[in-house]
């Protein structure tokens, strides 16, 4: 059974950084595109972030660039999002996706990722 497993969500001021993480498991993703979306409350999901197979193609949502990295460990079947200077509008449910279609290909429509997490919460104070 494949699981994608979030932590690293809390509760931060404006400004502060979180670190997350996305452990996979049941299957390997090394040669799959893997995302972060976040869904606020009464709003869509929407795409955060993506990085590819290898690690070096990235693409990031406009409202989150230049302050939100994304990287993967393969050996580790893991997925990181480091957040900085966290803005109020970034608290959101976060979720890590993982897609067994695009292999060694990208995506960013949450319709092209077969896998999902359950999430977990950023909260970030004024």
């Known amino acids: 059974q494949v699981q994608l497993q979030e932590s690293g969500g809390g509760l931060v001021q404006a400004g502060g950084s979180l670190r997350l993480s996305c452990v996979a498991s049941?299957?390997?993703?090394?040669?799959?595109?893997m995302a972060w979306f976040r869904q606020a409350p009464g709003k869509e999901r929407e795409f955060v972030a993506v990085v590819g197979w290898s690690g070096s193609i990235k693409y990031y949502a406009n409202s989150v660039n230049a302050r939100f990295i994304v990287s993967r460990d393969n050996a580790k079947n893991t997925m990181f999002l480091q957040m900085n200077n966290l803005k109020p509008e970034d608290t959101a449910v976060y979720f890590c996706?993982?897609?067994?279609?695009?292999?060694?290909?990208?995506?960013?429509?949450?319709?092209?990722?077969?896998?999902w997490g359950q999430g977990t919460q950023v909260t970030v104070s004024s």
């Open positions: 996706a993982a897609s067994e279609r695009k292999r060694f290909g990208i995506a960013r429509r949450s319709d092209e990722f077969d896998y």
């Open positions: 049941g299957r390997t993703f090394s040669n799959y595109p």
